[in-house]
């Protein structure tokens, strides 16, 4: 009878591991890129409706020349038209966005630091860096928010944007912009709630609660599979150990550490309990170590949020 109730434990184990390795290889999948690259659109006819072409007057009025119309590189559906105002050290974006036209401002510092200024609603407010101070001014006209912002703009040494330097500042705060999302984490637990229930995809309850948490733990996921890109010595590309790389943080609960070592290691006598005392990167480790080293930590995040990266010994 013990063989059997052991023979279950373990199939079930199987099955549990092949739904989580299913689920982080789609998870995974899912990792934006660490940069994107800006071409130029192939349509621009976008730029005749009459509220573009409405604002694209509006800011030549205060300065503002066309620098063009760029597309992101596979994804035609995405289309900003990009115009700088040298005189002042600021490039505007006017994204595609059907019969209504939003503008942002932005300035870049010799420091590092960044403002934006925007009057485009949206649903939620994404994570923003210490780096970039961002505010939105819904409603706010054209020659509003450029009064606002270039009130609000820090008086310190701003950085030259080029008529030709629009595409290329973009991407530059893109490529930024994620490795900073890397380096923290990913949205926080707080931010992703805030993203689900403004766009109506947040149950409540406990069933909230759970999907948050696997929210979260998806988030991490991506961004530290990115963290991983970034580093400069790494034991393989992560294209090449995807699905055998297992990703250890203290956010973890028992039961996602004991698939993520099952995952890892095929040791199915090790039960939840076992991962259960103390935080879940010793608990991990302690374990790894008790049950032989079937794993092995081939890199070490020491800065939040702190993380251990395994593979097969």
Not at 129 to 135: A, F, G
Not at 182 to 190: D, I, L, P, Q, V
Not at 215 to 229: I, K, P, T
């Amino acid at each position: 009878m013990l063989k059997l109730i052991e023979g279950l434990l373990k199939g079930r184990a199987h099955e549990a591991t092949a739904e989580f390795r299913n689920h982080l290889r789609q998870t995974r999948s899912k990792t934006p890129p660490l940069s994107m690259e800006l071409v130029a659109a192939a349509d621009s006819t976008w730029l005749e409706t009459p509220a573009v072409k409405d604002l694209i007057v509006r800011l030549a009025g205060i300065g503002f020349e066309l620098a063009g119309v760029v597309t992101v590189q596979g994804n035609d559906k995405v289309a900003m038209a990009g115009f700088v105002a040298p005189q002042h050290r600021v490039f505007a974006t006017v994204p595609r966005t059907g019969d209504k036209a939003f503008v942002s401002f932005m300035s870049r510092f010799s420091d590092g630091s960044a403002i934006e200024f925007s009057n485009m609603p949206a649903p939620f407010e994404p994570p923003r860096p210490d780096w970039l101070t961002h505010r939105r001014e819904v409603g706010a006209s054209v020659e509003g928010l450029w009064t606002t912002f270039l009130t609000a703009r820090p008086s310190k040494e701003t950085v030259a944007t080029p008529i030709d330097g629009f595409g290329l500042a973009n991407m530059e705060n893109y490529s930024r912009y994620q490795e900073w999302l890397s380096e923290r984490g990913g949205a926080t637990r707080e931010e992703l709630a805030a993203r689900f229930k403004a766009i109506g995809k947040l149950p409540s309850g406990k069933e909230g609660d759970e999907f948050l948490k696997m929210a979260r733990s998806d988030e991490v996921e991506r961004s530290l599979c990115n963290w991983w890109r970034l580093q400069k010595e790494t034991p393989a590309p992560l294209d090449a150990v995807l699905d055998s790389l297992i990703i250890i943080h203290d956010e973890l609960s028992p039961d996602l550490l004991i698939n993520a070592y099952w995952c890892g290691s095929n040791d199915f006598k090790v039960k939840e309990t076992d991962l259960a005392q103390g935080r879940p990167r010793e608990a991990f480790a302690r374990v790894v170590s008790e049950r032989g080293g079937k794993l092995r930590k081939v890199l070490e995040k020491n800065t939040p949020l702190e993380a251990d990266f395994y593979l097969p010994s």
